[in-house]
């Protein structure tokens, strides 16, 4: 009964999105208020009943209602509860229910926040966000329906894929399909602004802070997704250029790029154009990954053509949504007037110039990640393009914008004087240089790759530099005293940049180091022998089988020593799960500033020994320190007085009263 | 993505053990390939730490045919571990990198090189992002010189006789 109440509330709120989709764009043409007002209401509404849908799947999971066909491919009674709620989205259709789901939340979020918003902006960004919601009822409750009965009934459950029960999953999806959706602020609100022909400061006051938001999640969503790939996998790895990864990797890099026009266009009124194209190639990048993943074109071409329905359905809303609005551009952009002016060498300037270098690195993996598909299509024979293809060419591009980020926060607006910034940065570049040279003599010179002296001194170089921006802004060096409340006062924007530009530094440490510098030991080890990994002794004691709720673990124990001296006690685990019978490895690690060591248990030997794993990886911890300063950056940027939602209407107010 | 595939009792077709196609997003997919039979086991590798490190290093650019986008280093189908033996008996022969890749090739095409060679067919995918580069450079140069002509105006037209005399009078009349 609750699951057709779920399902019928999708139906309603299929109804509820077509009116909210129509009847204000008419009133906002037409000029009819009343006509407009329905916009909000609707919103809420929609929110509501795909809520309500959401709370009955999940019911359904938690009380483990196999009746429902959805729960009992996916679930099983066994299942910690954790789980049986984050098994709501593990599949193909609950997973499509989350992003209807937040799709809806942040419809509803424009009427709850958008009190201020001009009328007529706020219609229009409603409608073409109601519009996309139509698209993905439609495309759930044709092709892809959650609360689909099965009679009669099974007495238990598949089960979850056993690589899936973990906290990651319970995080990871709903991080990543808040920064996708999120994006879909900015397209409405882009589209919105075609429509209206007009795009001005308040407008990307609004843009700023929810793209920003979305950014956040979008991140956090990635780097939850690399650790748990990280700690899951069993050797190490954390990022593989796999189609999917690369899906969720081009909107983080157009929305990258979004994030640092939209400044341009709140402060300088310029880039106009290019920023609406930016809101519209995101949310592009969006749609474009939700149909790679779901039609599952790139992972099987055999997917595909076993539910033809949902790839064609999917792939038709795609063309709709980026086609349409691509042709609304080339109608409607050229006439927008020019904004502000600047130089070339300048902070616009810069800012631009990061934008071609993202959008050319957007391009790249979209190329790299479509090139198999192409070829075999054209008859161009069958490709490969893997990890070794996405290094040789993504890194290189990426390089001039690591330069380019330690210079551009300097530059003044309007006009820069590069040869005066470079003079500030001329210690920075000579302990770059430094840091380099440094490390490749550390490492042996040519004993190690060429790269890794490149990579410190480009890391050495942002960090160092963003230290000396920040340090000329709160002029720490000239007046030392005043610091500390120049500090305080600076605006959280510019903090938030400080941490994120930062981040970016130690990230890359993280990323050099763990490429280059991995060891590895793979060998049967007998109980008592110890294999020396990364400056620790590891010591095999012991191997036991232990239960868990829905699997048996069998547990090695290593002593962990370090010059003689036990240090501690790792235990990975080799897990055999029930239901499905499936087995995993449970690695453990042991993280410290330098790197982790890293053991897996594998099976035994006939020889008595058990095969190991032993890994030292460099660094690893620095890129999850680099993604959280992202993120945290991101969340301190947020919360400056200026992006707070509703500050179009104060600054409005103060122009009236001036 | 069929739910089918979900089910633990279907086989994922034309997908090897090592990988499962899969629906959720992202890393989960790559989550569901690794199984505990991990990829290179100890009883396939080389004496010689150096031969090891060779067969390793060309084991990350050799693709498993009969999985998706994964090495044959990290893969356990038997595929996978045919080839890194393969790769091993070469090496082992006294064959170079170049010879031990030409011999895959020869055998498996060049899908199994998981970096494409540059070549005719390939020309677009390694080209594309310089291409893509350079074509946007243009675009921003051309909008800064649309830019500075747009900015500056022609030269006024001269007055003409009875805009001067006005000019005048004013000029006369606030000189009083």
Known sequence: MIAEIGHFALVLALCVAVVQAVIPLVGAKRGMGSWMAVAGPASALQFLLIAIAFGALTNAYVTSDFSVMNVAQNSHTDKPMLYKVAGVWSNHEGSLLLWITILALFGYAVTLFGRNLPPGLKSRALAVQAMISVGFLLFILLTSNPFARLEPPPVNGNGLNPMLQDPGLAFHPPFLYLGYVGFSMAFSFAIAALLEGRVDAAWARWVRPWTLAAWVFLTCGIVLGSWWAYYTLGWGGWWYWDPVENASFMPWLAGTALLHSTVVVEKRDALKSWTILLAIVAFGFSLLGTFLVRSGVLTSVHAFATDPARGVFILMLLVLAVGGSFILYAMRAPAMKMGGLFAPVSREGALLLNNVLMATGAATVLLGTLYPLIADALNLGKVSVGPPFFNAVFLPLMAPMVMVMAVAPMMAWKRGDLAGVLDRLKFVAAAALAAGVLVWFLQGGSAGPWWTGAGFALATWLSLGTLIDLAERIRLFQAPAEALGRAIRLPRSAWGMVLAHFGVAVFIVGLTASAAWTTEHIQSQKLGETVMVGGFGVTLKSVEDVPGPNYTASRATFDISRDGESVGVMQPEKRTYRMPPRPTTTAAIRSGMTGDLYVVIGDADPKGGYVTRLYFNPCIPWLWAGGALLVIGGLVSLADRRHRVGAPARAAERRVAA | ?176
């Open chain 2, 1 to 176: 993505m069929s739910p089918a595939l979900f089910s633990p009792h279907s086989e994922p077709r034309s997908v090897s053990k090592g990988r499962p196609a899969f629906g959720i997003p992202v890393l989960a997919m790559l989550l569901a390939l690794a199984s505990p039979a991990l990829a290179v086991n100890p009883d396939e590798m080389m004496k010689d730490p150096a031969q090891e490190h060779r067969a390793r290093e060309l084991g990350k650019d050799l693709r498993c045919l009969v999985c998706q986008n994964q090495s044959i280093d990290d893969s356990d189908a038997d595929l996978a571990k045919d080839l890194r033996v393969i790769v091993r008996e070469r090496i082992g022969a006294g064959d170079t990198d170049d010879m031990v890749r030409k011999f895959v090739v020869d055998r498996y095409g060049d899908y199994v090189l998981l970096k494409p060679p540059f070549k005719g067919t390939t020309l677009v995918l390694w080209l594309g992002p310089f291409a893509l580069f350079v074509g946007a450079l243009a675009v921003v140069f051309g909008f800064y010189r649309r830019r500075r002509t747009a900015t500056i105006q022609p030269p006024p037209p001269p007055l003409s006789a009875d805009e001067r005399r006005r000019l005048d009078a004013l000029l006369k009349e606030s000189g009083k």
